[in-house]
């Protein structure tokens, strides 16, 4: 199995406060790999690291490395907003742009030079469907994206994030903020874009960690407690807390 | 278990009934002062078009009412006026903006931390103080490098008028950037812009309504500044759009005639409120304008 990303001797510090204790993981290509653990235990610290988005946060510090295509992310050679292309994130409230769909989806895009109309319309469309949102959209292209309902936007939100076309999309608990029905589209969305994409999703939810993905990690103050295939991790842990916490004993 | 016994609410009804009366009290008493003000300043005004007409005020490129021959074209007072807004706002607009965005997009929390108060202490420095520093510091500065300009002159006066509105657009537009939630600029983040097009994208768009209505009202505020241009500007009205003239501006214009010795009820004392009239309902509309961006801005998200 080819990992596309590998964490090695990871630690992260807000502060004083250590909020991630050495991990170490490979994140193996076109598959989901899910983060459960309770909160507050650094899931989306974690997830976080994988493209640098912990740069706008003030007074923090990493520590290790994380390899992607041959080269540490942190260091030098690595251009933080080259690697943010290559690696898209959707989070956990929709957060559309305050402009038109259309915008939004391209807007990535445009930031890199792509602006021929039959490109960016193509685009538009292609994604539109990929997330299942054309037919519902389709008339409203050129309207506000805030006039979308929650999951439709967060729809939106992964097709702006795949319009990109990234290797991997980083998902924080992309549902929590959803209804059912909406959280049941998504999940549908994540099976079927990981043929092109490696997905790794942070969720709250085990069953959602264990009806989607192909890998879990389980995290716990900050470490990794346990990260194997989820058939293993639900069926047979090993660890006695990664059982207790599937278990709903704690958490 | 014990019973609690719980106080009676009718003291606290009482209460509520008296705090309800005074505020309402207080609330007629401002409303009425303003009507009483403005009633009072369109009672004069009209009493002044019934000798001049108003096709003469408004149109009119001479001012000259305690001169014979009188003329009564306000034009020049509105030139000077404008003159004033223009410098102004060429200062205050840009300056004011670039620091509302260092401020909320660029600054480290500890630097936003000592400059904002710094900026809002700004604001409260009193306009005689910017009228001396104009007289002493910008006029000179400027005849340095224009040895022909008038002691008195526009441009002097309009630096300072503008130098004293960057408070009012940094403070407002910083306070509308810093409102647009971290969750959208994460959101341009994560596709690969950067901090300048996040700003530029993001940020500046979602905050332009309130950042309008900061310029509107630095504008608003520039037009009815009164001090600095009486101290720095000059007297003399004059249809001119040159920067280094000496000119007169509407409220320069008022303060003069009010210090001078111009009886009461003459045609001359009666300029006053339909200039007044003027400049009223200028800043008046500007400040209409200025709350409905503010309102549309709260509708987009
Ligand atoms: N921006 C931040 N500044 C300081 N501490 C933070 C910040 N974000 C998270 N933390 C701390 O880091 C730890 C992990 O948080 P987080 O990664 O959000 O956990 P999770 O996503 O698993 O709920 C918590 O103790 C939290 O208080
Ligand atoms: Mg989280």
Redesign the pocket.
């Known amino acids: 199995m080819e990992a596309i990303l590998s964490v090695r001797n990871l630690n992260f510090y807000?502060?004083d406060?250590r909020?991630l204790k050495d991990i170490n993981m490979d994140i193996y290509k076109n598959n989901v790999t899910a983060f459960i653990?309770?909160?507050?235990?650094?899931?989306?610290?974690?997830l976080r690291t994988l493209n640098r988005m912990n740069d706008f946060?003030e007074n923090?510090k990493v520590e290790g490395s994380i390899i992607y295509e041959g080269k540490d992310i942190y260091s030098k050679e690595m251009e933080p907003v080259e690697l943010r292309r290559r690696i898209g994130m959707v989070f956990q409230k929709p957060n559309p742009f305050p402009k038109t769909i259309y915008e939004n989806i391209v807007y990535g895009l445009r930031k890199n030079g792509v602006n021929k109309k039959e490109i960016l319309d193509e685009v538009v469309e292609k994604t539109l469907k990929a997330v299942a949102l054309y037919d519902e959209v389709k008339d409203k292209i050129y309207k506000s994206a805030l006039e979308l309902s929650g999951g439709q936007q967060q729809r939106l939100c992964i097709a702006r994030a795949i319009a990109m076309q990234p290797d991997v999309v980083l998902m924080?608990e992309p549902t929590s903020a959803l209804d059912p029905i909406s959280t049941m589209k998504i999940e549908e969305l994540v099976l079927e874009l990981k043929k092109d994409y490696t997905i790794i999703i942070?969720t709250h939810s085990m069953q959602q960690a264990a009806r989607i993905s192909d890998y879990t990690a389980f995290?716990l103050n900050?470490e990794v407690i346990e990260y194997d295939e989820t058939s293993k991790i639900f069926s047979n842990p090993r660890d006695k807390r990664t059982e207790d916490y599937i278990t709903g004993r704690f958490g | 278990m014990r019973r609690i016994e719980f106080e009676g609410k009718e003291r606290m009804n009482r209460l509520e009934k008296i705090v309800k009366v005074i505020l309402t009290i207080l609330g007629l008493i401002s409303i009425f002062t303003t009507i009483g003000i403005i009633f009072s300043l369109f009672e004069e005004t009209l009493m002044f078009f019934k000798e001049v007409s108003i096709v003469e005020f408004l149109t009119g490129t001479k001012w000259t009412p305690l001169l014979e021959p009188t003329h009564f074209g306000v034009l020049p007072l509105v030139a000077g006026t404008m003159l004033i807004v223009v410098i102004a706002a060429f200062i205050s607009i840009p300056i004011g903006l670039g620091s509302a965005i260092y401020l909320s997009e660029y600054a480290p929390k500890k630097v936003r931390k000592i400059l904002k108060p710094v900026l809002e202490v700004l604001a409260g420095v009193p306009s005689i103080v910017y009228g001396y520093f104009a007289l002493t510091a910008i006029t000179p500065f400027i005849r340095n490098i224009f040895p022909e300009t008038s002691v008195y002159n526009a441009l002097s006066a309009g630096i300072a008028v503008g130098i004293m509105t960057i408070p009012l657009v940094s403070s407002m537009s910083e306070d509308a950037m810093m409102a647009v939630p971290d969750s959208l600029r994460n959101g341009a983040y994560a596709l690969g812009a950067t901090k300048l097009e996040v700003t530029k994208d993001v940020v500046i768009p979602t905050a332009m309504s309130s950042i309008v209505a900061s310029f509107i009202l630095a504008i608003s505020r520039a037009i009815g500044e009164t001090m600095i241009v009486a101290m720095a500007a000059g007297s003399t009205p004059k249809l001119t759009f040159n920067p280094l003239e000496s000119i007169q501006t509407m409220t320069g214009y008022i303060v003069q005639i009010s210090m001078g010795d111009v009886p009461y009820g003459s045609l001359a004392y009666k300029t006053l409120f339909a200039v007044g009239t003027l400049l009223f309902l200028m800043t008046f509309t500007l400040n209409v304008i200025s709350r409905y961006f503010v309102r549309k801005y709260r509708r987009a998200y």
Do not use: E, L, R, W
């Open positions: 807000y502060g406060n909020a653990g309770p909160s507050g235990c650094g899931k989306s610290t974690f946060i923090v924080d942070v995290f900050g």
